[in-house]
């Protein structure tokens, strides 16, 4: 008798991503949505291979910052674009949305404080996130 050959898994498909600026206008119009505060965008094509683009948001509250980081994960699942990885959302106080082309970070304001991301990507150009009156 034979050996049977072990069933071959299925190859893990990667999810469906729309190019980056799309992506990143759909996080500025959910963070806006939610009304998410001292938001930058960070462009980090020039500096890393990592990822494109870091889009830095506060909340106001731990509720605050969960809701945000919630809108913004439905609101581009809706549009077929899952997040790779999500880390912090039970505690709402740092929330990491890890798109590929960019990632989303959702702060409460004392830990955006202490950490200040922005600084340390200090060579990344920066500009506002783009508030609700975004054309789409």
């Known amino acids: ?25 759909w996080v500025e119009e959910a963070c806006a949505d939610r009304k998410a505060v001292d938001g930058v965008v960070l462009d980090l094509r020039q500096l890393s291979d990592a990822t494109d683009y870091f889009i830095v948001v506060s909340g106001t509250s731990d509720t605050h910052v969960r809701a945000i980081a919630e809108h913004v994960v439905e609101d581009l ?45 200090g060579d990344a150009p920066l500009r506002p996130v783009r508030s609700g009156e975004v054309a789409g």
């Open 1 to 25: 008798m034979t050996p049977r050959r072990p069933a071959r898994r299925p190859a893990r498909r990667r999810p469906a991503r729309a190019e980056s600026p799309d992506v990143l206008r």
């Open 77 to 121: 699942q809706e549009r077929g674009v899952r997040a790779h990885h999500v880390e912090g959302l039970a505690g709402g106080r740092w929330v990491l949305l890890d798109f590929v082309d960019l990632v989303v970070h959702v702060f409460h304001p004392a830990l955006r404080e202490f950490y200040q991301l922005e600084g340390l990507w």
